[in-house]
């Protein structure tokens, strides 16, 4: 997989506008309607936001019983997205491995749900 080119320099004003939160993994099932394999995810991002919904092609690397519990990171002020039958709420983050698989973005220890990255 090719590098992409980096991004034009934003404000950080521009950068703030993007709400990115921790939130954990609470109900995980596979997506076979999907047009790529896709697994379904709910995701708490505790109180103030509480369950969203994400669809995600992370199938190369999980399986959805073992996404229970895992925090991950997720932009939640992501315009809602109907993925085949079933509406994504946020956009959950991660990083392409060397063949375009993703791997999901989290912290490298626990932190409250709900926590904006900052």
């Known amino acids: 997989m090719t590098e992409a080119a980096a991004a034009p ?3 950080f004003d521009d950068f703030l506008k993007v709400d990115i939160r ?3 993994i609470v109900q995980a099932e596979p997506y076979p309607e999907a047009r790529k394999p896709s697994i379904k995810l709910m995701i708490d991002f505790g109180r103030d936001i509480g369950v969203k919904k994400s669809a995600a092609q992370i199938t190369k690397y ?3 019983e073992t996404l229970i519990g895992r925090q991950v990171a997720a932009v939640v002020n992501y315009p809602p997205r109907q993925i085949g039958k079933f509406m994504t709420e946020v956009l959950t983050l991660g990083f392409p491995d060397g063949a375009g698989e993703v791997v999901l973005l989290g912290p490298e220890r626990e932190v ?3 926590g904006r990255l900052f």
């Open 9 to 11: 320099q934003i404000t």
């Open 22 to 24: 921790v939130g954990r």
């Open 62 to 64: 999980y399986a959805p």
């Open 112 to 114: 409250p749900d709900g």
